[in-house]
């Protein structure tokens, strides 16, 4: 059964205080995995691709990277408007035309 | 740039009521989602259709049915609401090819008193 783990389920940050966000999965011959930003009241939205170990990709103040096994969201100097719930997933290896996401990691960075 | 479009936002039905949530995409996408949101359950899938006239079962497909209307629309329909079906749902499409993202409506807030 594929899996999608993110940890941790919940972070409390200090504005500018560094920090990443962890995504592990056990899907085999991966095919892509997604992260995605979601705020309260909204669809998620989405960050970044990444697709095979080694790749990195970069938006404002976020950084994805990719291992074999994991992904992580690396926040550097966050500010409160990147207080969210951040989102992993893969395509599941029934179908790539189903992504299996993770529960999420809820932000909170306090000015 | 519309891109995915649900109707209604929120809805309060009594159980036993039926109603269908409505969902179109205007980037012409192949492939279409219904998920739900749950607190401590993350993303599940229930329906999904990857082309037009075809649907498949997802996660959590039980109490629920769909339509793909057309390449636009995508619909969900309750038969008979339970409260456990008290939920966000989450309609999606996406493109066809290798790592095409999913990209998301707003949300329908459903409650089932």
């Known amino acids: 059964e594929d899996q999608v783990t993110q940890s941790p389920e919940a972070l409390r940050l200090q504005e500018g205080e560094s920090s990443s966000l962890n995504c592990s999965y056990t899907?085999?011959?991966?095919?892509?995995l997604f992260w995605y930003r979601q705020d309260p009241g909204k669809g998620p939205e989405f960050l970044f691709t990444?697709?095979?170990a080694g790749e990195e990709k970069e938006k404002e103040r976020l950084k994805a990277t990719l291992t074999k096994k994991e992904s992580f969201l690396h926040i550097t100097a966050p500010k409160p408007e990147d207080s969210a719930t951040y989102l992993c997933?893969?395509?599941?290896?029934?179908?790539?035309?189903?992504?299996?996401f993770g529960k999420g990691t809820k932000l909170t960075v306090n000015p | 740039n519309a891109g995915v479009t649900q109707t209604p936002k929120f809805q309060v039905l009594k159980t036993g009521q039926s109603m269908t949530l409505q969902c179109a995409q205007d980037?012409?996408?192949?492939?279409m989602y219904w998920y739900r949101q749950d607190p401590g359950m993350g993303l599940r899938l229930i329906y999904y259709s990857a082309s037009e006239g075809t649907t498949d079962k997802g996660e959590v497909p039980n109490g629920y049915n769909v339509s793909r209307l057309n390449k636009r629309e995508f619909s969900l329909r309750l038969e008979s609401a339970a409260p456990s079906q008290t939920s966000v749902y989450f309609c999606?499409?996406?493109?066809?090819?290798?790592?095409?993202?999913?990209?998301f409506g707003e949300g329908s807030w459903l409650t089932v008193v």
């Open positions: 997933a893969v395509p599941s290896q029934g179908g790539s035309e189903k992504l299996v």
């Open positions: 990444l697709y095979s």
């Open positions: 999606a499409s996406r493109g066809t090819g290798f790592g095409n993202t999913i990209y």
């Open positions: 980037m012409n996408h192949n492939s």
């Open positions: 899907v085999s011959g991966l095919r892509g």
